[in-house]
């Protein structure tokens, strides 16, 4: 039949099949400018309502064979005409130090940081970390860490991120754009004040609740290009694009307030462990509120961000075999 209520599926499956998404070029920054790591490709999509158009036409035809009706899909950025992108320089980057992480860890922050290479984002455009992470799943070659969850440090898909997205809203801090969404982690992590860092300088993520967000509000693209140093345990995320004109970022702080002493340690029973085998789980960390907060002079004036952080004070846990 071609009766275009029953057609219409077919169309949309052959469409399923069929469609293919544009491929910006892969960009890299090399010293002092932008090469093509791997080239665009255009993308098609059906037209399903032209199809069906097509179709009705040639119904009381004998042959009834109409072709696809596809469009071209023009990628957004092609390998051509680099130089309109107006990425011409290092805008801000973030560093962060990942000192005496377990290999697991440092198996996720090198997946995260590779997912995150490349990433260009139009002016205007924001940022979603989570959106680039994508499902987190043994599949997808994410390996078990530690993750916070219900007031215990405890093995989880993906521990390990949170390097990442810190290191990325170090470098958004210091491009000075404008940082849309970022939470604070439930106490502080040690690994984010490690190689001199201030305290309340972290940003974690917790997909799909958690996000880290910036807007690129400078005048040109932004490419986003991340560096693992395996040997030093140090994370670079670099910004390079066109830093808005007698644009100039402060730091102020960190402002401590409401220190909250250790809590006492935590025995918990472990059912998994033999008896006598204990396990230490989690750290003390002090409780406390610490403030950063970021002025951003250019042009138009002066706009101050503040970042706020609640950290709840933590106990030592050991885990205590019953087997």
């Known amino acids: 039949s071609t009766d275009s209520a029953n057609l219409r599926p077919r169309i949309e499956r052959i469409a399923a099949e069929v469609n293919q998404p544009a491929k910006d070029a892969a960009l890299r920054w090399t010293g002092s400018a932008l090469s093509v790591v791997a080239p665009s490709e255009d993308g ?3 037209d399903v309502d032209a199809t069906l158009a097509a179709l009705a036409k040639v119904a009381e035809q004998p042959d009834r064979t109409v072709p696809l009706v596809v469009t071209t899909m023009k990628p957004r950025v092609g390998d051509q005409n680099l130089q309109a992108l107006g990425i011409t320089q290092l805008v801000a980057e973030g560093k962060s130090n990942f000192s005496f992480s377990p290999p697991n860890r440092v198996t996720n922050i090198k997946k995260m940081s590779g997912l995150l290479n490349g990433v260009l984002l139009a002016p205007g455009e924001e940022f979603s970390f989570n959106q680039v992470m994508g499902d987190i799943s043994p599949e997808e070659g994410w390996a078990e860490g530690l993750v916070i969850e219900n007031g215990r440090t405890v093995p989880g898909l993906g521990g390990g991120i949170c390097q990442v ?5 170090r470098a958004a801090f210091w491009a000075g754009v ?54 030093g ?38 059912a998994t462990k033999p008896k ?21 002079k250019d042009g138009s004036g002066s706009k101050v961000q503040e970042f706020a952080s609640h950290y709840q004070p933590w106990s030592a846990v050991y885990a205590e075999g019953t087997r």
């Open 233 to 270: 345990s140090n994370l670079t995320v670099s910004l390079y694009g066109t830093k808005p004109p007698g644009r100039s970022v402060q730091m102020q702080g960190p402002y401590v307030s409401n220190v909250k002493p250790v809590p006492p340690a935590r025995h918990i029973p472990d």
């Open 44 to 46: 098609r999509q059906v």
């Open 178 to 231: 404008p940082i849309t969404e970022r939470h604070d982690h439930v106490y502080p992590v040690p690994y984010y004040t490690q190689g001199g860092f201030p305290e309340g300088f972290d940003a974690t993520v917790w997909s799909p609740d958690l996000d880290f967000k910036f807007k690129n509000d400078t005048p040109g693209y932004l490419l986003i290009q991340t560096a693992v140093d395996l040997a």
């Open 165 to 169: 997205s810190t290191t990325a809203f």
């Open 276 to 296: 006598g085998v204990v396990a230490q789980t989690d750290y003390p960390h002090q409780g406390m509120d610490v403030l950063i907060r970021r002025v951003v």
